[in-house]
T-cell receptor, first 111, second 119 residues
Framework: KQEVTQIPAALSVPEGENLVLNCSFT??????LQWFRQDPGKGLTSLLL?????REQTSGRLNASLDKSSGRSTLYIAASQPGDSATYLC??????????FGSGTRLLVRP | DADVTQTPRNRITKTGKRIMLECSQT?????MYWYRQDPGLGLRLIYY???????NKGEISDGYSVSRQAQAKFSLSLESAIPNQTALYFC??????????????????FGPGTRLTVL
């Protein structure tokens, strides 16, 4: 059974710092991996989607990498800003078309 | 206007009541999903539908039912609500990967969520 783990569960950093969020999964047979942002009481906003054949995706200050063989993905946020404060979720799509979610990392960027 | 909408956004109800949560999308996607999120946990799949005539159980379908009334509408029902169904419920949609892209599965887009409280 696929399991997705995100470490750390919570992170607090000063504004301007570069940071890395981690996501690991137990079964490397995935079709893609998606990173989401969730603001308190709000829905999920898709940030980046990495297909299984890809190694990384970039959008603005965000860069996500994927290493299927080791079951890991990282989300790199450059020059963090207070507006980046949110919960970040990763999810993998397995062979049954389902998205399996991690429990998220709560990020606080202090001014 | 939002591409994926959910109604109601908040609902408080009592144990034993029947509740329906509705989801509509204007993205033209074939695939629709219902998830629930509990505090400190990730999202878990309740039901999913790949087209109007297709309904599939997810990981936690007990106590729930769904109806795909049209391509754009997917409703989730709790026939007899119980307190442990208190959660945040999300609807999502995704497009169907084209036949020229085997193994490529498109991203999911989520609605704003419905906060349901069962007393």
């Amino acid at each position: 059974k696929q399991e997705v783990t995100q470490i750390p569960a919570a992170l607090s950093v000063p504004e301007g710092e570069n940071l890395v969020l981690n996501c690991s999964f137990t079964d490397s047979a995935i079709y893609n991996l998606q990173w989401f942002r969730q603001d308190p009481g709000k829905g999920l906003t898709s940030l980046l989607l990495i297909q299984s054949s890809q190694r990384e995706q970039t959008s603005g200050r965000l860069n996500a990498s994927l290493d299927k063989s080791s079951g890991r993905s990282t989300l790199y946020i450059a020059a963090s800003q207070p507006g980046d404060s949110a919960t970040y979720l990763c999810a993998v799509r397995d062979s049954s078309y389902k998205l399996i979610f991690g429990s998220g990392t709560r990020l606080l960027v202090r001014p | 206007d939002a591409d994926v909408t959910q109604t109601p956004r908040n609902r408080i109800t009592k144990t034993g009541k029947r509740i329906m949560l509705e989801c509509s999308q204007t993205k033209g996607h074939d695939r629709m999903y219902w998830y629930r999120q509990d505090p400190g946990l990730g999202l878990r799949l309740i039901y999913y539908s790949f087209d109007v005539k297709d309904i599939n159980k997810g990981e936690i379908s007990d106590g729930y039912s769904v109806s795909r009334q049209a391509q754009a509408k997917f409703s989730l029902s709790l026939e007899s609500a119980i307190p442990n169904q208190t959660a945040l419920y999300f609807c999502a949609t995704s497009d169907t990967a084209g036949p020229s892209e085997p193994g490529v599965y498109n991203e999911q887009f989520f609605g704003p969520g419905t906060r349901l409280t069962v007393l």
